[in-house]
């Protein structure tokens, strides 16, 4: 295989309130010292910093990646109900423009999350997303996604066909999930059409040093204890 240059496509600036601690500007200048070509930003459930991070990339000769790490709910964007004991009300999913059209779509998506599907979380539904899916590649996020979080309920089967069923929304081909390795086998035993595949970090700090201050704001998000903070991914 050919090297290649590896690019982050998971990576939240501090626009990911209570989650991400990556500024922008420092994070342009550690792309550019890294040599890396392109770096994308998928904040969760916003485009809030998607100007200022085209801005600074493009200064730097970097080429940006505009995305974001939508909520999907498990039915429609307009049903305002809890979630029965023990399932998620809402899964997460990495949409990347591709271009300019997937860019305007990603904008059309972000804004009738937050005026037609709001709940707790600005929301989108499959029906949406297949209504504005050309120009986006779908990757299947953290271990919220779709597919881990079936993963994680040792539903392999499920878990390879929502691998398939999700990007075919937006004409691309299936997705894998960003889980454990036993689990990524599973799925590739499920089915033989999840590939290609990519690789995902959730980058929430540009430093391991910034990465205190984002297991901090994580710990704020979700009142867990100090003494239990999460690992955090930190582009060193």
Known sequence: MPDRQFVH????????????AIQIKPLSKRVEELKMPACAMTDHGNMYGAISFYNAMKGRGIKPIIGCETYITRGSRKEKAASAPGE????????????????????RLTSKAYTEGFYYKPRIDKELLAEHSKGLIALSACMSGVPSAYLAQEKCDEAAK????????TGRPPLLPRGCIQGLAR????????????????????RGARGRTAGDLICLGTLVRTPHRPAISALG
């Not at 496509?9 to 991400?20: M, P």
């Not at 998620?88 to 904008?107: C, M, R, S, T």
């Not at 033989?192 to 959730?202: F, G, K």
């Open 9 to 20: 496509l998971h990576l939240h600036t501090d626009y990911s309130l209570l989650d991400g």
């Open 162 to 169: 929502a691998a398939i069923d999700l990007p075919s929304k």
């Open 187 to 206: 799925v590739y035993r499920s089915s033989d059409q999840c590939d290609p595949s990519a690789a995902l970090a959730d980058l929430l700090a540009v």
């Open 88 to 107: 998620k009300a809402n899964h997460h999913l990495i949409l990347l423009a591709q271009n300019y059209e997937g860019y305007q779509n990603l904008v």
